[in-house]
């Protein structure tokens, strides 16, 4: 039993018809055979919406299925049922705005520093990153956001391609993290390239393209121990 991740090829897919392949009435949580809702990891927090008429309020993934919890006193659908869902558009493409400037992110300060990410995390249009700094440069929050939102205007194209575990291993740009967050079961891996800028393995939702995002503001630096500066930003609109 498995779950089709819809998502990792489409982020724009916002509803789903699926068939429930397995049912927890106690947590009151059901899998289905696909689904277009992201479960919680990689620091991308899970989507909500509505699933057979009911509220999204958790998901995540065991294995290699997708677990929907939902809220109500509703009965719940049973095994084989046909169940459609819809992810609340507003809050993932906000996710979506927020996980690309991220690796905007990851791009420049690579590019110019050549700093790894130790950390991070993301909410709707707001987010935290890691990096092993020790210090961070003088006057580098301002500097930072005059690069990021230099790199999101210039509109770059986001492509989404799967390349074996063998051959992607052989690319240590690929893993922008200081460890790798990518199982060892994983047999195949997902690139997401913002074109000419960051090329990295990564499971998230993103835009199409950076000017989709809108630009940052860079609202906080500080230091989280000897080697590790983090940077907190907000996505608004341009």
């Not at 789903?16 to 919680?40: E, H, I, K, M, N």
């Not at 899970?46 to 995540?60: F, I, K, P, S």
């Not at 390239?193 to 860079?218: F, M, P």
Request: include cysteine.
């Amino acid at each position: 039993m498995s779950t089709d991740l819809l998502f990792l090829r489409d982020a724009y897919l916002r509803e789903v018809d699926g068939t429930v392949s397995a049912v927890d009435r106690d947590a009151r949580r059901v899998t289905l055979d696909q689904t277009v809702f992201y479960p919680t990891g990689g620091g991308q927090p899970h989507d909500t919406g509505t699933l057979a008429g009911e509220q999204v309020t958790d998901v995540r993934k065991d294995g290699d299925v997708v677990w929907h919890t939902v809220s109500g006193e509703g009965p719940l659908p049973a095994v084989g049922d046909q169940v459609h869902g819809e992810v609340d558009w507003e809050r993932r493409h906000a996710l979506m705005r927020t996980h690309t400037a991220l690796h905007v992110l990851c791009g420049v300060i690579w590019n110019e520093w050549g700093k790894a990410v130790t950390g991070g995390n993301m909410e709707p249009l707001s987010a935290r990153m890691d990096f092993e700094f020790d210090p961070l440069p003088e006057g580098f929050g301002a500097k930072i956001e005059e690069l990021v939102n230099t790199e999101i205007a210039q509109d770059r194209p986001i492509a989404v391609s799967f390349i074996p575990r063998a051959v992607a291993v052989l690319d240590s740009d690929l893993i922008r993290t200081k460890v790798s967050l990518v199982p060892e079961s994983v047999p195949e891996i997902r690139v997401v390239d913002i074109v000419g800028l960051d090329k990295q393995a990564d499971g998230g939702t993103h835009v199409r393209s950076t000017n989709e995002v809108g630009r940052i503001l860079v609202t906080k630096t500080e230091s989280k121990g000897k080697g590790n500066k983090r940077i907190r930003l907000q996505v608004v609109d341009a």
